[in-house]
């Protein structure tokens, strides 16, 4: 169990558009282990290499349902989206805010999974944010760039982090 310290704004690595990853090796299975363990430890439901210091396209989810299992995905697209609501969001990278941003209903994503196999993926609901969210901080975008408006965005109380992203 390995927990990486979280890049939060304003880190220049937040802002940087995330390499391709060219294939698995020992160091990248290290990362994604070490990736999923401070997701737990965060209680994220998602989480970018880019939070952990590494611009690279990899980014790890997990629903909080029971038994859901952890979602990889390596070099993570966005090949369709569909529908639009308004919806509450907050970031591991932005601690202690939440903003409205504007979300697809859902969303297929093209990815490589922890073994570089192709798989494709569909999600709505939160699987649908999530995925625009993490995929977002491969380009280097983060939810409080796009907010429907400046003042949607809100201070938190001190507690409260299960749907940081
Ligand atoms: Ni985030």
New binding site residues.
Partial sequence: MAVIHIRTVPDPVLKQKAKKVPGMDPSIRKLISNMIDTMYEYN?V???AP?VGVSLRIAVIRLPEEDAEEIVLINPEIIKKTGEREIEE?????PGYEGIVKRALHVTVKARDENFKEIRLKGDGLLAQALE??IE?LQGI??VDHLVSPDSLIKLPPAGTET??
Avoid: I
């Fill in positions: 994220g998602g989480l970018a939070q907050r970031c591991l990278s932005v969210h993490e901080h983060l939810f940081e992203t």
